[in-house]
């Protein structure tokens, strides 16, 4: 790589830098953003898909290359970000035990893991119903289980989707990245705009166990930030002292180095094509590593090294670049012959995924049991990426206090080790099977993960029997 294309990348990434500064400014200044709790992320990440290409074709700000490189940047800055989550864990904290921990895991895996199955359901059942109702929309055989590669995938897993399709031979894998990513947008932009929306409702209905009611948020959270010096937070401990290397440097080099090392154990992976292994994601090998990592750390007696706000204070910037490439990227006019289908599996889409999050994660947590943290987690998820959960999740549990963030990525792994076995399957049922056969094993699979967090429910009603009186 030469200086100049460093060069050039610098300059893109400052140019993010610029629209977050805008929409912090912008989210002071409109009581509209502020009332919807709106991140600078967002504010910024729209005005710069306003401004660019994607929308007027060319742009005196924006060019083309710019759009391209910052629709890389979420899928790649995913990866240290949810390697970090472990780094910290048991440090100076009480040790949960496997079998208190299993409930929770076993709920949160099946709960988030029906909804992407149902995803799929949604999908080919539509598709279905179209080649004999509608025949003149020429859906090909698997339209439809986009939906779930984009809402639960994200902008990540639609471009892997693609080129799998065009390792199958299949003519119409451009077209079904298209849809995908369309998806992932549709899903991005409409899940983070009403998870806001079901966060407000929710603090006034006092169903939040941390966020207060909007009317009563601190202008430090209503703004985004305080002139008041003594009411700005501390950022964190410095646990090294600068004259040998900076906090900040001893965190992020761990979690870089963490994330450098997944990709290559996958790239291993990969060149000795070993079954199931490779289509799990470069960010679940991140996660096992940390862990390892964290255990690590803890068995040396290196807790004093790591301050979990400095870890959170990195990866929230990540979270902030993450999310505006995200939005200014979007590709508005993908995929323009199949609007209507789209916009009817997408409301569709959207409806059965707040059933299985809002209602089922109180039905299963009990209503002590942090069910709207969890769900509003899930729903970010669910809708569009990692980035974009615990974004939402920031919103109504500002340091990550709630075991939310934490029960989610345990129950995220447990399905991770799971689709070892099921993703072989999956795939082989897109390169042969039906569309009824591919509806078929969408069903089994969601029926399977609803036991899941059922027996996970029943476990917990007698773990914590409190959290549902």
Known sequence: MSSALLQELLK????????LLIGMFLRAKIPFFRKMLLPASVIGGFLALLVGPNIWGSSPLITPEYVSVWSIIPGVLIVPIFASVPLGKGMNEKRVSFKENLPKVLASCG??????????VVGFGFTLLAMKLMPSLNLYRIFGVELAQGYSGGHGTAAGYGSILQGYGFDFWETAQGVATTFATIGLVGGMLLGIYFINRASRRGETMILEKPSELPALTSY????????????????????SIETITVHLGIILGVSALAYFLLNQAKAHSIPGITSIPVWFYALLLMYAVNYILRALGLNWLIDTRVKSRITGAMSDFAITAAIASMPIKAVAAYVVPIIIIGIIGFITTYFFCFPLFRWCFGKKGYPFERAIMSWGVNTGVMINGMMLLKICDPDYSSPALNDFSMGFALMSIISIFTSPIFYSLLANGSTLANFLWACATGAGYTLMFVIGRKMLMKQNPENYE
């Open 111 to 120: 709960l988030f893991s029906a909804n992407g199955s149902l995803q799929s």
């Open 12 to 19: 893109q990434v400052a140019m993010l830098g610029v629209f």
């Open 224 to 243: 985004g930030f305080t002139k008041n010096i003594a009411e700005q937070p501390s950022l964190g401990r410095e646990t090294t002292n600068s004259s």
